[in-house]
Every structure is written in C-alpha cells, then in structure tokens.
C-alpha cells in the first residue's frame, strides 16, 4: 500500500482524521503534564522571597488598578540583551506570590523586575508626577494625583487573607496587624518599625515621599513607590550564574 493510500483515509473521513487529532493531542498533553505530579514542586525555591507587606501590597494594587503592567514587563527573558540591560534574568520563584502575575506582554516602556533602588524615591515621585522632568522622551501619563490621594488601607487586612486562601503564607497574625505594619513601614519613628521588619525581612521603613495629604493620611504615591523599590530587591542574585543559560 502507498504512503498516499495510508494517509487517504484521514483525508477523506472527517470524522477518523478529529479521532487521529484527539489521540495526537491526548498523547502530547500527557508527556507533558504527568511528570509534574512525581515533582514536589515546579518553583525552585529561593531564598530571601517573602510576601508583600501591607504596604507593598496596596501599593501593588494601584498599580495594577492603573494599569501599570500594560505597558511595563516585569519579565526578564534569559537573553543577552536582556541580561545585560535589566539584571538577572527572571526566576519563577519570584512570582510564586503574586495573584496575578505582573509579568506582562508588551514593553512600551522598560521592564520593572529589576527597579528596586535604581532610582531614588524623589526621582520616583517626579517620574510619576510628571514622566517628561526625567525622561523628556517619555510618553507615560503622569500620575499626580497619587500623590494628594489618601491611601485607603482600611480593607488591607482582608486583601490579605483572600490573598492566603489563595496559598501566599500570610499568617493570622500577620493579617491581624495589617494596619499597624502599613502605618509603621510608611513612618520613620513609628514604634511597630522593629516588629514589622521582623515579620518581612528586608522591608524598608521610610516616608517614601517625604509628604502626607492635608490631613497628615500616607498617600497612594507612597504604597506605589513602596511596590517599586522592593521589586528584584528580595533575591541575592550573587548566588546565581549571571552568564548561565543566556543565549
């Protein structure tokens, strides 16, 4: 029998070549998806990773709720180019507590998985106030109005615990003091500062942008320069072959 008349009847009968595709399919998707139930797990583990604090996490949020991801990856590919203008090249472990991930699709402008103390906190505010003082060519809006918005954390300790439903190892009494952490992370004097480092290694407390509303409230602009300084910042990536696996 020729190869033709072998394949003739996938040809000519819809109904065995949708049977042919089904079976062609089930087999590719079982050689990839049964390994992963003989792995304990598929994100390396990484030391120095932990969850947002209640201020990094509001601060996520408004970025998220701006749509910040739109135009910015944070998403280093394991290419030289990529390497060698961001950093490190992205780990998975990076995103195991983000719900959702912020890797993005697009790069209208650079990627953020490295910006974590690249810039100051006052170039920070004048990029988001008015993009074109730092970067003339910038077409990023500007974002003033975080800075005379009051941060409204009064539901950040739910967001929490929605968030550790979810499998982000926020503790009760991490959520129980929620709001204390928040107010303590955005103060320089408060004295739950040495408490809320314990909870979150590496948190930085400061007044990120060296101003409060009217009313004395911490501002959107400072949840949002929180989540910036922090990101890449959790990893030591000395550990890591900066030349390994680059193509």
């Known amino acids: 029998m020729s190869l033709w008349n072998r394949h003739k009847i996938f ?22 998806i ?3 139930f003989y792995l ?20 996520r949020n408004i970025y998220v709720r701006e749509g910040c991801y739109l135009c910015h990856s944070q998403m280093i590919r394991s290419l030289r180019d990529e390497v060698e203008r961001y950093g490190h090249y992205s780990l998975a472990a990076e995103s195991k507590y983000d719900r959702p991930f912020q890797w993005g ?24 106030k008015n993009p074109r003082q730092v970067v003339p060519t ?22 929490m615990k929605v968030q550790q439903i979810e499998g982000v190892p926020y503790t009760d009494e991490m959520i129980a003091k929620a709001e204390a952490d928040l107010v303590a992370q ?4 408060d004295p739950g500062i040495d408490e809320m480092v314990a909870r ?35 990893v ?7 030349k390994a696996n680059i193509r």
């Open 34 to 36: 049964v390994p992963l």
């Open 236 to 242: 030591d990536f000395k550990l890591y072959d900066n």
């Open 11 to 32: 040809e000519t009968n819809s109904i065995v070549l949708l049977i042919g595709i089904l079976i062609v399919i089930s087999i590719g998707g079982l050689v990839q």
């Open 186 to 189: 955005a103060s320089l004097d």
């Open 105 to 128: 699709s697009k790069r209208t402008g650079p990627d953020l998985a490295r910006v974590g103390g690249k810039y100051s906190d006052e170039w920070h505010v004048d990029h988001l």
């Open 138 to 159: 910038s077409i990023m809006p500007g974002y003033p109005f975080l800075f005379t918005t009051p941060l409204d954390y009064r539901y950040i300790d739910a967001d």
């Open 40 to 59: 304990k797990s598929t994100i390396e583990t990484v030391d120095g990773m932990r969850p947002y604090t209640p201020l990094e996490l509001a601060g």
């Open 200 to 234: 979150y290694p590496k948190a930085i407390a400061r007044k990120y942008t060296g101003t409060t509303t009217p009313s004395g409230h911490i501002t959107e602009g400072d949840a949002l320069i929180a989540y910036l300084q922090m990101l890449g910042t959790l």
